[in-house]
C-alpha cells in the first residue's frame, strides 16, 4: 500500500485536488531537465514554464509547492553534497506505478532540456544521455512486478540520479564573456 505521505503522494493530492493533471514526476523532470540545460534559478520564468505544462497558472498552494520544487533542486545542484533526489512515487507503490512515473519524469526532463538547450553543441557523453533518458521514457510496459523488473528499475534510477549531473556541469556553465581588449 503506497504511503499516503510521501512528497510525491502528497504532491500529487496537491495537483488534483487544484483540477491540475500532471504528475509531480513530469513536473520535476521539466524543472531538472530546464535547469540542467542552463535556465538558471529565476522563480518566474520557472513558474511560466510550469504554467505551460499545468495548462493555466498555478493556484497559490501549487505555486507555493512549485516555489519550493525550484529551491530543493537548486540546492541539489549547487550545493556542497551534489546529489538529486527524483521525485516519484514511493517504493511501496506497485512497480507499474512506478515506471510510469518514471517514463513521465524523463519526458518533463527532455521537454524542460529542449526548451532551454543553447545552441552550443554537446558532448557525446551529453548525447548518449539525453538518447537514454529518451529510451527511458518509453519503459512504462517493459518493467514486470518480478525481482528482475524491480532490480532494473533501481539500476535505472541509479543512473538518472546521476545523469543530470553531467549535462548540468556540461551546460548550465555560466557564459562567461570575452575579456575586452583595452584601449591605450
Known amino acids: ?3 499516503s505521505n510521501s512528497p510525491y503522494s502528497a504532491f500529487a493530492a496537491l495537483l488534483t485536488s487544484s483540477g491540475h493533471t500532471v504528475s509531480p514526476a513530469e513536473l520535476h523532470g521539466l524543472l531538472l531537465g530546464r535547469s ?3 535556465a538558471g534559478f529565476e522563480i518566474d520564468s520557472w513558474l511560466v514554464d510550469a504554467a505551460e505544462l499545468l495548462g493555466a497558472a498555478p493556484e ?4 507555493q509547492a512549485l516555489i519550493g520544487l525550484q529551491e530543493m533542486v537548486k540546492n541539489e545542484l549547487t550545493g556542497v553534497d551534489v546529489t538529486v533526489v527524483l521525485l516519484l512515487p514511493s517504493d511501496d507503490a506497485p512497480l507499474s506505478e512506478r515506471a510510469v512515473a518514471l517514463g513521465q519524469w524523463c519526458q518533463g ?6 526548451l532551454t538547450a543553447r545552441d552550443s553543441a554537446l558532448s557525446a557523453e ?8 529518451s529510451a527511458i521514457s ?4 517493459a518493467l514486470d512486478e518480478s525481482d528482475d523488473g524491480e532490480h532494473d528499475y533501481m539500476e535505472v534510477m541509479e543512473y538518472l540520479r546521476v545523469a543530470p549531473l553531467l549535462l548540468f556541469s556540461e551546460c548550465a556553465k555560466p557564459v562567461v564573456a570575452a575579456a575586452k581588449p583595452s584601449l591605450h
Open 36 to 38: 540542467c540545460a542552463g
Open 109 to 114: 526532463f527532455l521537454g524542460g532540456f529542449g
Open 1 to 3: 500500500m503506497p504511503i
Open 60 to 63: 497559490d498552494g501549487v505555486r
Open 126 to 133: 551529453a548525447m548518449e544521455v539525453l538518447q537514454d533518458l
Open 138 to 141: 518509453q519503459v512504462q510496459n
